[in-house]
């Protein structure tokens, strides 16, 4: 299929099938082949600058910071000391930028595989790539899988911002990925891991959610709205070595003042509560 057609870019995916999500194209800012997928860059009408890797939008300019802020601050304010972070994936910075605004992180360590994808970040979207430039990131080009078999009870909390399980992602929606995520962990470390839509992806989620129990302590689903992502809702599995773990409840309850100060746009203590609740159908399938 054309995805792009008459100033249109239409994502489809066979991870939702017969449906698509259309944004018109005002330029087109970058496209190449690299060594693992198709990077591209458009400037669109309505949602600002956006990146699709192999045809599958990754951020839009409009609505990155509720997915960048959800998948770092759910899991960073449910650990009473989250010093050192792992970030798995997180090519365009996003994830980076969030997590260095926590103040007890001291030290940040991230594996993006495809260095084609920092690169690009950089020149067309400086307000996500920001979060390269923070004195806390140690950055590594390289497979996330590979990275985790080396580092042993290392970090406080992982986590994976991971483009969906097609291409060089797929590894990191198997059991073996959070067996080696909890032994890289320290006693009571958190892993929070991009796990797709209830709407389209509920097996997905599911099987995501039950690798992620079989392996830690407590595990559950939270989710998002990110009006460019398919359906425009996504989720989170998350996973503690805590077995006393109340997820729903954030340790660190930051104040308006706060929430001004670190630029938090659409992350607070009401959502981070609220996030951890499941419709009726997802509730029960997730049990
Ligand atoms: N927020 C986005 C989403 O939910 O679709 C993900 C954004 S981020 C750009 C995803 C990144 O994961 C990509 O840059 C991709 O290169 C990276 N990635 C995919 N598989 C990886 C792996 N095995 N190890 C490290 N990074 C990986």
Redesign the pocket.
């Known amino acids: 299929m054309d995805k792009l057609k008459n100033n249109w870019f239409s994502e489809s995916c066979e991870m939702w099938p017969g449906a698509t999500f259309s944004l018109e194209v005002k330029e087109v800012l970058h496209g190449e082949q690299s060594q693992?997928?198709k990077v591209q860059v458009f400037d669109t009408k309505s949602f600002g600058r956006v990146?699709v890797?192999d045809g599958i939008i990754?951020?839009t300019q409009k609505d990155e910071f509720s997915?960048q802020e959800m998948i770092s601050f759910l899991p960073l304010c449910c650990h009473k000391n989250p010093e050192k972070v792992l970030i798995?994936?997180?090519?365009?910075g996003g994830v980076a930028r969030e997590v260095a605004k926590h103040p007890k992180v001291k030290e940040i360590v991230q594996?993006?595989?495809?260095e084609k994808?920092i690169e690009v970040s950089k020149k067309y979207l400086p307000f996500m790539a920001v979060g390269f430039d923070s004195p806390k990131l140690t950055l590594h080009v390289g497979?996330?899988?590979a990275f985790l078999k080396n580092h042993k009870q290392e970090f406080d909390v992982i986590i994976t911002?991971?483009?969906?399980p097609v291409g060089?992602?797929v590894?990191?929606f198997e059991e073996n990925y959070f067996s080696l995520m909890k032994a890289a962990l320290k006693p009571n470390g958190i892993v929070c891991s991009?796990a797709g839509t209830i709407w389209y992806d509920l097996d997905l989620v599911t099987s995501t959610l039950r690798y992620c129990k079989n392996q830690f302590a407590a595990a559950t689903y939270a989710y998002t709205s990110v009006p460019s992502y398919p359906s425009g809702q996504?989720g989170f599995v998350i996973g503690s070595l805590d077995k006393d773990i109340k997820f729903d409840t954030p340790q660190l309850v930051f104040s308006r003042e706060d929430e001004k100060a670190m630029n938090l746009r659409y992350y607070n203590s009401d959502i981070h509560k609220a996030a951890f609740v499941l419709p009726t159908h997802v509730k029960y399938q997730l049990a």
């Open positions: 693992f997928q990146l890797l990754q951020c997915y798995v994936g997180g090519g365009d594996v993006e595989i495809d994808v497979d996330g899988f911002d991971s483009s969906d060089p992602a590894s990191l991009q996504i």
